[in-house]
């Protein structure tokens, strides 16, 4: 078919899940796609431009059906692009029904709805290799005949047929009428498989051979109630260490490379505001974005390898019955765990969930769970509260950890029961065999994440960096007395040749301007004006100063703590005992101490619970479509962390422990 | 078909629902229950009253194995779906 008018020919993929739809899609269209929403959804599609002689045809991956009654969201979305019901995409010109070869009568009951469409139809017939190790032979050519339209086995894996898939694109047109639903009073599933039923006699030849055992053998071990989550908890630990271990390189290097650059910008250009916003805002906000990558990569690069392996749905199959008694699907819980290397590419990964309301509960609790980002801090807690007992201190991490799985868990069932209240809707899953995965698939699927990440929400992580950059720097403010007299000090110890106790004059000067330029600074104020709210906690305006700007991202605190404390940035860098040591040793201006086991309890529990990264809030956004569940999230966390912290610190100090 | 040979064999064993089969065992889909919203979708997946099921392994969820694909159902919904036990537990003694 020619293109007629100015908008390229649309055909759309149908077909079941699990046929291989976007392996075949990814084979067809390569990297000449991209990843678009759903006119008013959160549901994403991919829009491609076939190459190799079919280009001028432009691909709509929908997500899979199996029926023209839509039993989820996604379903429906699928549909309604499929029949042209959305009014920004319109009816394809044509449709590609990607079948599994190994399943062709039930692919045929949804094949009998599309063909009644009368839109252009071509059956791709997916996978024929494995249909015929399984003793499968289908005759293309009689079902082509039986349907009325053209029929090309693929497998879209190899790259086989595609050529003739191509052509019979190029060539599309109606098919031949064909009334499948005669009347259709009583079970139209019954009409419609009686036909599928008798296709399937005449053209399929099944000769059964044991080839398909494997698939059930793993499956004994892999469904299997214990041994199952035992399995499951094994890979889940496997990629949770892949994604911790594997992306440290690639992030040391991101950093690296964006201090290497603030470095050089900082000696290239004269001291200047815009140095400083050049250097803390935009370079450092950028990098704080794109240190995110590598994490994300690795996650969805392996979540496409299980998910085309078909262990993923074993996966969801045997955590089903065990996330529900928090009222959340089993599919739920690989998100969950990713959560804890990072909240980002956790709720990015939440999309395998079907049910609208699961997903969105999974999603207003990942930050429960501690992120790796809240390690420093909970390193800097620990060393403050056991500073010689490694052992007691390792408590506190674990303590902090499973804290942060129990709110969490607990925020789920009460969301489910209040909020967003609902039944989850019983499990029916398809549990594919299993297959070879298909790296190509898993690349590009990262590629895409990727991009999406970057575009959406790296604009929204660079915009509020450079904001708190200037909330921590406006209204300037004079260096303070002691300061100015260090720094001539230290120019009069130079003019003699003392240079090692001039440079620590000049540090020292440094590090009270830094001191008072935060302290007066907009956050400076902040952190002054909510201090009565925060006493009940055991804090002060200078770990308030900490608490505000970490609510950009979490790990800041220790360098602000720093610089508060008047330690100095790089100091709490390279030498963390150093700051610890500062820390314990800070007082308030009347003679306590600050960093008392209370307050480090309170703060510590603040921090497992708080939302404190703005990231993550920009990707629930960028998930959800709309500002209501961030702020939600933000809401509820703040008061979770607020509440809890309140109640550790007075208990403890009711107990005495002051 | 063996047909006769499968009615008196089987005409014996009692009607079960799909949540209560031993695994391994196989059936016939003799009705179903409710049309519970859940349902349609096991029934878009072939599902019909008269298919031929097998219980691949019974618990919640169990996992059903309908026209050559096996499918996780919940205990739940499967209870709704009442079989007609095929009496022998292998293709050995029955072939059908």
Same mark, same amino acid.
């Given at each position: 078919?020619?293109?007629? %008018?100015?908008?390229?020919?649309? &055909?759309?993929?149908?077909?079941?899940?699990?046929?291989?739809?976007?392996?075949?899609? +990814?084979?067809?269209?390569?990297?000449?796609?991209?990843?678009? +929403?759903?006119?008013?959804?959160?549901?994403?599609?991919?829009?491609?431009?076939?190459?190799?002689?079919?280009? %001028?045809? /432009?691909?709509?991956?929908?997500?899979?059906?199996?029926?023209?009654?839509?039993?989820?969201?996604? /379903?429906?979305?699928?549909?309604?692009?499929?029949?042209?019901?959305?009014? /920004?995409?319109?009816?394809? $010109?044509?449709?590609?029904?990607?079948? $599994?070869?190994?399943?062709?009568?039930?692919?045929?009951?949804?094949?009998?709805?599309?063909?009644?469409?009368?839109?252009?139809?071509?059956?791709?017939?997916?996978?024929?290799?494995?249909?015929?190790?399984?003793?499968?032979?289908?005759?293309?050519?009689?079902?082509?005949?039986?349907?009325?339209?053209?029929?090309?086995?693929?497998?879209?894996?190899?790259?086989?047929?595609?050529?003739?898939?191509?052509?019979?694109?190029?060539?599309?047109?109606?098919?031949?009428?064909? !009334?499948?639903?005669?009347?259709?009073? %009583?079970?139209?599933?019954?009409?419609?498989?009686?036909?599928?039923?008798?296709?399937?006699?005449?053209?399929?030849?099944?000769?059964?051979?044991?080839?398909?055992?494997?698939?059930?053998?793993?499956?004994?071990?892999?469904?299997?109630? *214990?041994?199952?989550?035992?399995?499951?908890?094994? #890979?889940?630990?496997?990629?949770?260490?892949? =994604?911790?271990?594997?992306?440290?390189?690639?992030?040391?290097?991101?950093?690296?490379?964006?201090?290497?650059?603030?470095?050089?910008?900082?000696?290239?250009?004269?001291?200047?505001?815009?140095?400083?916003?050049? *250097?803390?805002?935009?370079?450092?906000?950028?990098?704080?974005?794109?240190?995110?990558?590598?994490?994300?990569?690795?996650?969805?690069?392996?979540?496409?390898?299980?998910?085309?392996?078909?262990?993923?749905?074993?996966?969801?199959?045997?955590?089903?019955?065990?996330?529900?008694?928090?009222?959340?699907?089993?599919?739920?819980? #690989?998100?969950?765990?990713?959560?804890?290397?990072?909240?980002?590419?956790?709720?990015?990964?939440?999309?395998?969930? /079907? $049910?609208?309301?699961?997903?969105?509960?999974? =999603?207003?609790?990942?930050?429960?769970?501690?992120?790796?980002?809240?390690?420093?801090?909970?390193?800097?807690?620990?060393?403050?509260?056991?500073?010689?007992?490694?052992?007691?201190?390792?408590?506190?991490?674990?303590?902090?950890?499973?804290?942060?799985?129990?709110?969490?868990?607990?925020?789920?069932?009460?969301?489910?029961?209040?909020?967003?209240?609902?039944?989850?809707?019983?499990?029916?899953? !398809?549990?594919?065999?299993?297959?070879?995965?298909?790296?190509?698939?898993?690349?590009?699927?990262?590629?895409?994440?990727?991009?999406?990440?970057?575009?959406?929400?790296?604009?929204?992580?660079?915009?509020?960096?450079?904001?708190?950059?200037?909330?921590?720097?406006?209204?300037?403010?004079?260096?303070?007395?002691?300061?100015?007299?260090?720094?001539?000090?230290?120019?009069?110890?130079?003019?003699?040749?003392?240079?090692?106790?001039?440079? !620590?004059?000049?540090?020292?000067? +440094?590090?009270?301007?830094?001191?008072?330029?935060?302290?007066?600074?907009?956050?400076?104020?902040?952190?002054?004006?909510?201090?009565?709210?925060?006493?009940?906690?055991?804090?002060?305006?200078? =770990?308030?100063?900490?608490?505000?700007?970490?609510?950009?991202?979490?790990? &800041?605190?220790?360098?602000?703590?720093?610089?508060?404390?008047?330690?100095? !940035?790089?100091?709490?860098?390279?030498?963390?005992?150093?700051?610890?040591?500062?820390?314990?040793?800070?007082?308030?201006?009347?003679?306590?101490?600050?960093?008392?086991?209370?307050?480090?309890?309170?703060?510590?529990?603040?921090?497992?619970?708080?939302?404190?990264?703005?990231?993550?809030?920009?990707?629930?956004?960028?998930?959800? +479509?709309?500002?209501?569940?961030?702020?939600?999230?933000?809401?509820?966390?703040?008061?979770?962390?607020? %509440?809890?912290?309140?109640?550790?610190?007075?208990?403890?100090?009711?107990?005495?422990?002051? | 078909?063996?047909?006769s040979n499968k009615e008196t064999c089987c005409a014996s064993a009692a009607r079960r629902r799909l949540n209560e089969l031993p695994s391994g065992s196989r059936g016939v889909v003799h009705h179903i229950e409710t049309a519970e919203t859940a349902l349609h979708r096991l029934m878009a997946m072939g599902l019909c009253v008269g298919r031929e099921i097998k219980v691949v392994r019974q618990g919640n969820p169990l996992i059903l194995g309908l026209l050559g694909a096996r499918i996780g159902v919940s205990s739940r919904l499967a209870h709704h779906v009442v079989v007609q036990p095929s009496c022998c537990g292998s293709t050995r003694d029955c072939q059908s």
């Amino acid at each position: 078919m020619e293109s007629a %008018g100015k908008r390229a020919m649309r &055909v759309a993929l149908a077909g079941n899940p699990n046929g291989g739809k976007t392996t075949l899609f +990814n084979a067809l269209t390569g990297l000449r796609a991209h990843t678009a +929403n759903y006119p008013g959804t959160t549901i994403e599609c991919r829009l491609g431009r076939c190459t190799n002689g079919a280009s %001028g045809i /432009e691909l709509l991956d929908l997500p899979g059906i199996y029926d023209f009654n839509a039993s989820s969201e996604e /379903e429906q979305v699928a549909l309604n692009a499929l029949q042209g019901r959305s009014a /920004e995409f319109g009816a394809p $010109d044509g449709v590609i029904v990607v079948t $599994d070869a190994t399943n062709l009568s039930r692919s045929l009951f949804l094949i009998s709805q599309i063909v009644e469409m009368k839109l252009p139809v071509v059956v791709a017939l997916n996978m024929v290799d494995l249909a015929e190790a399984g003793g499968i032979r289908i005759d293309a050519r009689k079902l082509a005949a039986e349907l009325g339209c053209p029929v090309v086995p693929v497998v879209a894996r190899t790259g086989h047929g595609l050529a003739e898939l191509r052509a019979a694109l190029r060539q599309m047109k109606p098919p031949a009428p064909r !009334e499948v639903c005669g009347g259709c009073d %009583g079970c139209r599933f019954k009409t419609r498989y009686a036909w599928s039923d008798a296709i399937t006699q005449r053209c399929v030849e099944h000769a059964p051979r044991p080839a398909s055992r494997w698939t059930e053998r793993i499956d004994h071990m892999l469904t299997h109630p *214990v041994l199952g989550v035992a399995a499951f908890f094994g #890979v889940m630990l496997g990629l949770f260490f892949l =994604i911790f271990s594997l992306a440290s390189v690639p992030m040391d290097l991101i950093d690296g490379f964006f201090s290497h650059l603030g470095g050089w910008v900082e000696r290239t250009m004269p001291e200047s505001d815009l140095r400083n916003l050049l *250097v803390k805002g935009v370079i450092g906000g950028g990098g704080g974005v794109l240190v995110f990558l590598p994490q994300i990569c690795i996650l969805f690069f392996c979540i496409s390898l299980l998910e085309d392996t078909g262990y993923l749905a074993r996966a969801a199959f045997v955590m089903d019955r065990l996330m529900r008694r928090v009222g959340l699907p089993g599919k739920a819980f #690989v998100p969950m765990l990713s959560a804890h290397a990072c909240a980002i590419p956790a709720i990015m990964a939440t999309r395998v969930i /079907e $049910d609208k309301r699961d997903r969105l509960v999974t =999603i207003l609790v990942l930050p429960l769970f501690s992120c790796s980002a809240r390690i420093p801090v909970y390193s800097m807690l620990a060393a403050l509260l056991f500073a010689d007992n490694a052992w007691r201190a390792s408590l506190v991490f674990t303590g902090a950890y499973a804290v942060g799985i129990l709110a969490a868990v607990g925020v789920a069932f009460a969301l489910k029961r209040a909020l967003l209240k609902g039944e989850s809707r019983p499990l029916v899953l !398809e549990l594919p065999s299993y297959k070879m995965p298909s790296l190509r698939t898993a690349a590009l699927l990262m590629l895409d994440r990727a991009w999406v990440f970057l575009r959406r929400a790296g604009t929204i992580i660079l915009f509020i960096s450079i904001a708190l950059w200037a909330l921590a720097t406006y209204p300037k403010s004079e260096p303070p007395k002691e300061a100015v007299a260090l720094q001539q000090q230290a120019g009069q110890l130079r003019a003699r040749g003392a240079t090692k106790d001039a440079d !620590e004059a000049q540090a020292q000067a +440094n590090r009270l301007t830094a001191h008072a330029a935060l302290a007066n600074s907009a956050a400076g104020r902040i952190g002054h004006y909510i201090e009565p709210v925060l006493r009940p906690l055991g804090f002060d305006w200078q =770990i308030g100063i900490g608490i505000i700007s970490s609510f950009a991202a979490r790990e &800041v605190i220790v360098s602000t703590l720093a610089v508060v404390y008047g330690v100095g !940035e790089d100091v709490a860098e390279e030498d963390p005992e150093s700051l610890y040591d500062s820390l314990r040793r800070a007082q308030r201006a009347d003679g306590t101490k600050v960093f008392t086991p209370a307050t480090c309890v309170s703060l510590l529990l603040f921090y497992v619970l708080a939302m404190q990264c703005l990231a993550t809030q920009a990707i629930t956004r960028r998930e959800t +479509n709309s500002w209501k569940w961030p702020a939600l999230q933000l809401g509820y966390m703040t008061l979770l962390a607020y %509440g809890t912290a309140l109640v550790a610190f007075q208990t403890l100090r009711a107990c005495g422990i002051a | 078909m063996k047909r006769s040979n499968k009615e008196t064999c089987c005409a014996s064993a009692a009607r079960r629902r799909l949540n209560e089969l031993p695994s391994g065992s196989r059936g016939v889909v003799h009705h179903i229950e409710t049309a519970e919203t859940a349902l349609h979708r096991l029934m878009a997946m072939g599902l019909c009253v008269g298919r031929e099921i097998k219980v691949v392994r019974q618990g919640n969820p169990l996992i059903l194995g309908l026209l050559g694909a096996r499918i996780g159902v919940s205990s739940r919904l499967a209870h709704h779906v009442v079989v007609q036990p095929s009496c022998c537990g292998s293709t050995r003694d029955c072939q059908s």
